[in-house]
């Protein structure tokens, strides 16, 4: 079966970086939109970006130029690095994949999550 094992987060001050992981097995990890979310309390979960089969990308404009997201193959993984982290960036990140259906994914699978804090 499909699963997505998060890891990489923590505590960071203000500025600082991160580099989040998405370990991903169960299916050929190439055929499915992946892409990264991420839900505060009392907010709705949001999502960071995401990327296709086809390496194009999406960013939320909140993370634009901060974030990256990028597809190791070889790894089966789904690194999200993180600078000059903001306390609004503060949450639990969530890696999600599923299949592409037209220019949607349906986001089918989730990992556990992982907490990222950061203090100003």
């Known amino acids: 079966q499909v699963q997505l094992v998060e890891s990489g987060g923590g505590s960071v001050q203000a500025g600082g970086s991160l580099r989040l992981s998405c370990a991903a097995s169960?299916?050929?990890?190439?055929?499915?939109?992946m892409g990264w979310f991420r839900q505060s309390p009392g907010k709705e979960r949001e999502r960071v970006a995401n990327?296709?089969?086809?390496?194009?990308?999406y960013y939320a404009e909140s993370v634009k130029g901060r974030f990256t997201i990028s597809k190791d193959n070889a790894k089966n993984d789904l690194p999200l690095q993180m600078n000059s982290l903001k306390p609004e960036d503060t949450a639990i990140y969530y890696c999600?994949?599923?299949?592409?259906?037209?220019?949607?994914?349906?986001?089918?699978?989730w990992g556990q999550g992982t907490q990222v804090t950061v203090s100003s």
């Open positions: 169960g299916y050929t990890f190439n055929s499915y939109c």
């Open positions: 990327i296709g089969g086809d390496g194009n990308t």
């Open positions: 999600a994949a599923g299949p592409k259906y037209g220019s949607s994914c349906a986001w089918a699978y």
